[in-house]
């Protein structure tokens, strides 16, 4: 994903810490801070507007096969389409392409909904955008979700599980379903050496919210705002542990979990070819309501 109009030609900093403990304890001072560097980064998203409107026209979907395995065809049975963390709308569309009636993406970011504003008008898909934090998606909502779907790099985002799991819990219909396909903890453990060998980061797998400025190249690029103006963020690794603990905390019911070597933004392309598949990457919940 180079991109030969980036104006930023700086070289990139190491602007990485962990959170301080003030940081660590305040979830919506975080998810604010998240909230900036996503309206900053939704200037990449803009970028893939064309593709997506061909993509979402021709009727194709964004999702990986092993997606389509878990959510399957919602021709018929799926009067809603809930997309929590829905960016600028490709993959919440490619759910209107499966079978979904209605679809309704939730994001934080005004400016990525602002994009999948446009990739409705220019596709008539019946859609509607919610600009709110996952933690406040609205009650009008609640209980009329067959489909909730999320992930794709969205939980590392979050910073209260507990609250998290609670709004999807409330979201879905009785007879509803959640799948969440998101990525592997384990992958910020791992990254390729010279030769394209798996090698270990120097990642704190148990170490809590990290600030950092400056995105991964593989998947945001360069933005035409210099690294050391753009907004801190703050990412971590859930582990999968504490995900799947959320959820039964939650009262969801799960039906599945399971990891998968699928590299879902292509993060680890420098690993040689006979080492890939050796390492989660990826990992899926498919739950119910759990009455
Ligand atoms: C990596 S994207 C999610 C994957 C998405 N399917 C895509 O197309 O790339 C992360 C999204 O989460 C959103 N986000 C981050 N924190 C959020 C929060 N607390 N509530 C709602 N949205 C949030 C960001 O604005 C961003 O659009």
Same mark, same amino acid.
């Given at each position: 994903m180079t991109d030969p109009e980036s104006t930023t030609d700086a070289p990139r900093t190491s602007n990485v810490r962990p959170a301080s403990p003030a940081e660590a304890a305040d979830v919506r001072a975080m998810h604010a801070a998240n909230r900036s560097a996503w309206d900053?980064?939704?200037? =990449?998203?803009?970028?893939?507007?064309?593709?997506?409107?061909?993509?979402?026209? %021709?009727?194709?979907?964004?999702? /990986?096969?092993?997606?389509?395995?878990l959510i399957g065809d919602l021709h018929g049975r799926c009067r809603r389409a809930i997309h929590l963390q829905c960016a600028g709308g490709r993959d919440t569309l490619s759910l209107w392409n499966l079978g979904a009636d209605?679809?309704?993406?939730?994001?934080?970011?005004? =400016?990525?909904?602002? @994009? +999948?504003?446009?990739?409705?008008?220019?596709? &008539?898909?019946?859609?509607?955008?919610?600009?709110?934090?996952?933690?406040?998606?609205?009650?009008? @909502?609640?209980?009329?979700?067959? @489909?909730?779907?999320? %992930?794709?790099?969205?939980?590392i985002w979050l910073q209260d599980l507990d609250a998290w799991a609670a709004v999807l819990r409330r979201l879905l219909?009785?007879?509803? =379903?959640?799948?969440?396909?998101?990525?592997?903890? +384990?992958?910020?453990? /791992?990254?390729?050496?010279?030769? %394209?060998?798996?090698? +270990?980061?120097?990642?704190?797998? /148990?170490g809590g919210p990290e600030a950092s400025k400056g995105w991964a190249p593989e998947y945001i690029d360069r933005l035409s705002l210099a690294e050391d103006d753009q907004s801190w963020k703050f990412a971590r690794a859930w582990t999968l542990g504490e995900i799947v603990t959320a959820l039964l905390g939650a009262g969801l019911r799960l039906e599945r979990v399971a990891e998968h070597p699928v590299d879902w933004?292509? &993060?680890?392309r420098d690993i040689r070819p006979e080492d890939r598949g050796r390492v989660p990457l990826?990992?899926?919940v498919v739950a119910t309501r759990g009455e």
């Open positions: 900053e980064a939704a200037e =990449r998203y803009e970028g893939w507007y064309d593709e997506a409107v061909e993509l979402i026209r %021709g009727g194709g979907s964004n999702l /990986f096969p092993v997606e389509h395995d209605e679809v309704i993406g939730v994001d934080i970011s005004t =400016r990525m909904l602002d @994009l +999948a504003a446009r990739l409705t008008a220019a596709t &008539g898909a019946p859609a509607r955008w919610v600009e709110a934090d996952v933690l406040d998606a609205p009650h009008e @909502l609640d209980g009329t979700a067959d @489909l909730v779907y999320t %992930g794709r790099g969205a939980i219909s009785p007879m509803g =379903r959640l799948v969440i396909f998101d990525g592997h903890p +384990a992958e910020w453990l /791992f990254d390729a050496d010279e030769d %394209g060998r798996w090698v +270990a980061t120097d990642y704190d797998y /148990f933004w292509a &993060g680890h990826s990992f899926s």
